[in-house]
C-alpha cells in the first residue's frame, strides 16, 4: 500500500434496494469478495437507483473503490471515532433552527 | 444513530420529478447515511460463552420476532390531516421523521455490513436480526412519510462514500446508549399520551409500545457483548470514556430537544422534565453494565445544560451572520460550550458495580 497515493479498483457488485411497506434498506455487496478499509471510498458506477415505492431492484453494476493512503487510512484509524456521536439517534436533526 | 449527512438543504431543496407517482409527492429527501468499517477480526474474536444462557434466550426471542406483525396500519392508523396541522410543527415533525428514518436506515445498513463481513456464528446471527428490525421500522416511518408528501430518495449508492472507521468497542458504548435511549425516549412519550390521548397528533405514536421494544432488546444484546470481556467496561480508561459518552450524549439531546418547541407544545411536554425523566430511565437501566452512572440531580447539572444550549444558539446565530464579527462571535460561543461540558463532564459521576446478570425486560 503506497503511504501517500490512492490506488483505485474497479470491481463488480451487487445493489439491492428495498423501497418497500416492510422494509427500507439499500446494500452493496462486492462481488469478488472486496473488503473495505477506513478511509476507503466507493463509488457505484450508473445512473441513481430509484426504486419506486413497493419495488425491490437487485441490480449488477461496477464499482470503483479508491483505496486510501497509509497515511489516510492510519489518520481515520486514529480520528474516526471522534465522529462518535453520528452513531446515536437523537430524534431530530442538528440543525438548531428549521 | 444519527443523520449527519441528510442536510436541511438536501430536505428541502431536491423536488421531486416523476419519482414517485403513487403518492402526492412534493418533496423529496436524499437519504444519506454514513458508511462505517471497524476491527472486523476484533469482533470475530468475541466469545459470547460467559453470558451463554442469556445469549441464546435473547437470540431466540430476536428469532422468534415478537414484532413481525406489530408494523402494519390498521384501524388504530386514523386519518392525519396534514394540511390543518400548523406549519411550524409539521416542518419540526417531518424532521422528526426524517431523522428518525435515516438513523434506522443507517442503523439497518451498519449492522448488515456486520453481519456480511463477521464469521463469528453468534455475532452474525446477532446482526441480522437487528438489521431486519431497523429495515422495517425505516419503512414504517417512510410510510408515514409518504403520507405527508414526502418522498425518499435512496439515489445515495451511486455517489461516491466514504468509510470512516470505529474502534468496536466505541461502537458498543454509543450503540447501546442510543438503543437504551430511543427505547426510553419513546416510552416516556407513549406512557405520556396514554394519560393524554388528545395530544397524540398522529398515529405513529400509538406504535411506539412495541417498537421501542425492539430497541430495548438491541441495547440488552450490546449489554451482553459488553460483558463478554471484563476490559470493555472495566477499567479505569473504560469508565472516563464511558463518562464521556454519556455526558456528549445527554447534552447533545437536551440541545437537539430544545430547539424543537413546536414539536413538544404539541405533545404537552414540558422539554425539561421529559428530558430528565428520559436521563432518569436510561441510567436505571445502564447499571446492567455501565461501571458509572451521571448525577444528574447535582445543582451544576441543568445550569450547565443550559450553558451548553445558550452557547449552541450562539455558535449557529453567528455561523449564519458570518464575516468578522460572526467568525469571532463563534469562536467566543464555541469556547463557552467546551467549558460547559467540561463542567458537565467533572460533575461527580456516581459509581456502580453491575449486577453478575445483566439481562433486564423492559419495564416502564
Not at chain 2, 10 to 35: G, I, K, V, Y
Not at chain 2, 69 to 75: D, I, L, S, T, V
Request: glycine letters at 4%; one cysteine or more; aromatic letters at 12%.
Amino acid at each position: 500500500m503506497p503511504l501517500f497515493t490512492r490506488e483505485t479498483e474497479q470491481v463488480p457488485c451487487t445493489v439491492e434496494v428495498s423501497h418497500r411497506f416492510e422494509a427500507l434498506h439499500a446494500h452493496v455487496r462486492f462481488d469478488n469478495g472486496a473488503i473495505i478499509h477506513p478511509g476507503d471510498e466507493v463509488l457505484v458506477h450508473g445512473a441513481p437507483i430509484l426504486a419506486a415505492f413497493g419495488e425491490l431492484i437487485v441490480e449488477k453494476r461496477q464499482a470503483t473503490i479508491t483505496r486510501a493512503s497509509a497515511v489516510e487510512r492510519l489518520w481515520t484509524r486514529l480520528t474516526g471515532d471522534f465522529d462518535f456521536m453520528e452513531l446515536c439517534e437523537f430524534s431530530f436533526s442538528e440543525e438548531i433552527k428549521l | 444513530m444519527k443523520d449527519h449527512a441528510t442536510t436541511h438543504d438536501e430536505l428541502h431543496a431536491e423536488m421531486a420529478a416523476d419519482f414517485d407517482t403513487t403518492a402526492m409527492a412534493t418533496q423529496t429527501t436524499l437519504l444519506n447515511p454514513r458508511f462505517y468499517t471497524t476491527d472486523f477480526d476484533e469482533m470475530d474474536r468475541i466469545d459470547v460463552s460467559p453470558v451463554r444462557e442469556d445469549w441464546d434466550k435473547l437470540l431466540a426471542q430476536m428469532k422468534s420476532d415478537p414484532n413481525k406483525g406489530h408494523f402494519k396500519k390498521n384501524a388504530d392508523w386514523d386519518k392525519v390531516d396534514w394540511a390543518g396541522m400548523d406549519p411550524a410543527l409539521r416542518v419540526e415533525f417531518i424532521d422528526f421523521l426524517v431523522s428518525s428514518c435515516t438513523a434506522e436506515f443507517s442503523g439497518c445498513v451498519l449492522y448488515k455490513e456486520m453481519k456480511r463481513r463477521g464469521s463469528n456464528p453468534d455475532i452474525c446471527e446477532l446482526f441480522s436480526y437487528m438489521s431486519r428490525d431497523e429495515a422495517r421500522h425505516a419503512g414504517f416511518i417512510n410510510d408515514a412519510l409518504r403520507e405527508a408528501g414526502v418522498a425518499v430518495n435512496l439515489g445515495f449508492l451511486t455517489k461516491a462514500k466514504k468509510y470512516t472507521y470505529f474502534r468496536p468497542k466505541f461502537i458498543y458504548y454509543a450503540t447501546y446508549l442510543s438503543e437504551k435511549i430511543g427505547y426510553a425516549r419513546y416510552i416516556t412519550i407513549f406512557r405520556h399520551l396514554e394519560a393524554h390521548p388528545e395530544q397524540r397528533f398522529h398515529p405513529i405514536f400509538k406504535w411506539f409500545k412495541e417498537w421501542c421494544n425492539d430497541e430495548f432488546s438491541h441495547g440488552e444484546a450490546f449489554a451482553l457483548l459488553m460483558r463478554t470481556d471484563p476490559k470493555i467496561t472495566g477499567t479505569w480508561a473504560a469508565r472516563m470514556w464511558i463518562r464521556f459518552f454519556l455526558t456528549a450524549v445527554y447534552s447533545t439531546m437536551w440541545v437537539r430537544d430544545h430547539a424543537r418547541h413546536d414539536f413538544h407544545k404539541a405533545l404537552g411536554v414540558n422539554i425539561d422534565d421529559y428530558d430528565q425523566e428520559v436521563f432518569r430511565k436510561t441510567s436505571t437501566i445502564a447499571r446492567q453494565v455501565f461501571p458509572v452512572e451521571l448525577d444528574i440531580d447535582h445543582p451544576r447539572w441543568i445550569p450547565g445544560l443550559r450553558a451548553m444550549n445558550a452557547a449552541m444558539i450562539d455558535m449557529e446565530t453567528c455561523t449564519k451572520k458570518g464575516g468578522v464579527t460572526g467568525w469571532l462571535g463563534h469562536k467566543i460561543a464555541a469556547t463557552r460550550a467546551m467549558l460547559a461540558f467540561a463542567g458537565l463532564y467533572l460533575i461527580p459521576v456516581k459509581r456502580n458495580t453491575p449486577p453478575a446478570s445483566v439481562r433486564l425486560e423492559p419495564s416502564y
